[in-house]
T-cell receptor, first 113, second 115 residues
Framework: AQSVTQPDIHITVSEGASLELRCNYS??????LFWYVQSPGQGLQLLLK??????LVQGIKGFEAEFKRSQSSFNLRKPSVHWSDAAEYFC???????????FGTGTRLQVFP | SAVISQKPSRDICQRGTSLTIQCQVD?????MFWYRQQPGQSLTLIAT?????????ESGFVIDKFPISRPNLTFSTLTVSNMSPEDSSIYLC????????????FGPGTRLTVL
C-alpha cells in the first residue's frame, strides 16, 4: 500500500537560511509526487509535482524538489527562506491506478527574522 | 488551474444539526473530491464525488453521515449530518482534470466548529 512519511513535525529556520523538508514514500512503481503548502486558515496550494523525466523539479515561490528513487525520497528545498514561507507543508503521493492522493502528516515551518 | 470556491468559509453549529458545504469550480472538471482535516492533522479523503451517480466513499466514511451530491461537472455539495463535536474540522474540496497525473487543486476549505 502507498504511504508517505514526513519525519519532521516542526522545523524552525532563520529568514535567509536554506531549507530542506524531508519526504519519504512507499510505492511499488514510480509514483506521482506532490508538495502542497497550507498557510494558516487557507486551503492547499500546489508547489510542485513530479511524474517522470528530470528528477529535479522546479516549483513556485522558488521551491524545488528532487526525486531519488534509491532513497524513496522527494525532499523539498529552498535556498533562502522568506518570512512569508511560514506555513504547513504536505507531501503527497498519487497512484497510477486510482485518482487518489495519500498525504503525509505535514511539516510546520516557522521562520524567525 | 481551476478557480475553486467553497461556501461557507466557516460556521459554528450546534450538536445534532446538519450543514451543507458547497464547492463551485469555474470550469468543468473530471474529478471532484472531499477531504477532512481534523485539528492539527493531515488530510483524509472522505469520498470521490461522481457526476450523475453516487459518491465513492473511503473506509470509515458512510453516505448517511456525509451525503454528497454532484449534479454537474462544476458543482458539488457535502453535507455533514447529525453533527457532534468530533466533526469539528476543516472540510476541503479538490478537483482534478488529468487522470494521467493525479494532480489535484484545492478550494480554500470550510472551517466547521460543532458545539
Amino acid at each position: 500500500a502507498q504511504s508517505v512519511t514526513q519525519p519532521d513535525i516542526h522545523i524552525t529556520v532563520s529568514e535567509g537560511a536554506s531549507l530542506e523538508l524531508r519526504c519519504n514514500y512507499s510505492y511499488g512503481a514510480t509514483p506521482y509526487l506532490f508538495w502542497y503548502v497550507q498557510s494558516p486558515g487557507q486551503g492547499l496550494q500546489l508547489l510542485l509535482k513530479y511524474f517522470s523525466g528530470d528528477t529535479l523539479v522546479q516549483g513556485i515561490k522558488g521551491f524545488e524538489a528532487e526525486f531519488k528513487r534509491s532513497q524513496s525520497s522527494f525532499n523539498l528545498r529552498k535556498p533562502s527562506v522568506h518570512w512569508s514561507d511560514a506555513a504547513e507543508y504536505f507531501c503527497a503521493v498519487g497512484s497510477h491506478n486510482t485518482d487518489k492522493l495519500i498525504f503525509g502528516t505535514g511539516t510546520r515551518l516557522q521562520v524567525f527574522p | 488551474s481551476a478557480v475553486i470556491s467553497q461556501k461557507p468559509s466557516r460556521d459554528i453549529c450546534q450538536r445534532g444539526t446538519s450543514l451543507t458545504i458547497q464547492c463551485q469550480v469555474d470550469s468543468q472538471v473530471t474529478m471532484m473530491f472531499w477531504y477532512r482535516q481534523q485539528p492539527g492533522q493531515s488530510l483524509t479523503l472522505i469520498a470521490t464525488a461522481n457526476q450523475g451517480s453516487e459518491a465513492t466513499y473511503e473506509s470509515g466514511f458512510v453516505i448517511d453521515k456525509f451525503p454528497i451530491s454532484r449534479p454537474n461537472l462544476t458543482f458539488s455539495t457535502l453535507t455533514v449530518s447529525n453533527m457532534s463535536p468530533e466533526d469539528s474540522s476543516i472540510y476541503l474540496c479538490s478537483v482534478g482534470q488529468d487522470r494521467s497525473t493525479d494532480t489535484q487543486y484545492f478550494g480554500p476549505g470550510t472551517r466547521l466548529t460543532v458545539l
